[in-house]
């Protein structure tokens, strides 16, 4: 069964303080996988897909990467708009996403 | 460009009662996935549909069905509904030609479900 677990749960940093959240996930197949974004009471905002191993993709403050068995999201000097519950999701076989519990990630000014 | 819409927003129901749940897609989307986001977890594939049949279905129940009309306009329904059933309720729409290789499924935001 296709797995997605996200860890720290909640990770509060200070502005300018980089940090990353990591996305372990066991799947058979890996199609793709993919960010998302979510901030409270929306619905979640897509921002990257990675495809294979070694590739990277970055959007302003976050970078993006891939091994065979997890992905990491580098978040470089935040700011508080970075705030927001980040979810990882794979795709395997099926069209489904399956998603991870997310990181609510708080920046404080 | 309108994005994606859902209807309604927040709804109450009480046990054993019937939802549906509407989805209009972003233009030019054709795919509607709905998904189930509990307080504090990822959301859940219930089931896509494209071409109005549903084509893949996550491990829900059958109280959960949903439709899709001609203009891709989706609806999900939930009979019988329990306590658990109280969620976010997500849909989802994507180009079947692009979106479902890229990830870039676009959500609406939600309709929130509680359930007495």
């Known amino acids: 069964e296709d797995q997605v677990t996200q860890s720290p749960e909640a990770l509060r940093l200070q502005e300018g303080e980089s940090s990353s959240l990591n996305c372990s996930y066991t799947v058979s197949g890996l199609r793709g996988l993919f960010w998302y974004r979510q901030d409270p009471g929306k619905g979640p905002e897509f921002l990257f897909t990675l495809y294979s191993a070694g590739e990277e993709k970055e959007k302003e403050r976050l970078k993006a990467t891939l091994t065979k068995k997890e992905s990491f999201l580098h978040i470089t000097a935040p700011k508080p708009e970075d705030s927001a519950t980040y979810l990882c999701a794979v795709q395997a076989g099926g069209q489904n996403f399956v998603f991870g519990p997310g990181t609510r990630l708080s920046v404080l000014p | 460009d309108a994005g994606v819409t859902q209807s309604p927003t927040h709804l109450i129901k009480t046990r054993g009662q019937q939802v549906t749940l509407r989805c209009s897609p972003k233009s030019g989307h054709d795919t509607v996935s709905w998904y189930q986001q509990a307080l504090g977890q990822g959301p859940q594939f219930i089931f896509q549909?494209?071409?109005?049949?549903?084509?893949q279905r996550g491990n829900f129940p059958d109280r959960f069905s949903g439709h899709q009309f001609p203009n891709y306009s989706s609806e999900l329904n939930v009979n019988a509904l329990l306590l658990g059933d109280s969620a976010l309720y997500l849909c989802?729409?994507?180009?079947?030609?692009?979106?479902?290789?890229?990830?870039?499924?676009?959500f609406g935001e939600g309709s929130r479900l509680t359930v007495l």
């Open positions: 549909y494209y071409e109005e049949e549903e084509r």
């Open positions: 989802a729409s994507s180009d079947a030609a692009q979106g479902l290789n890229t990830g870039e499924l676009f």
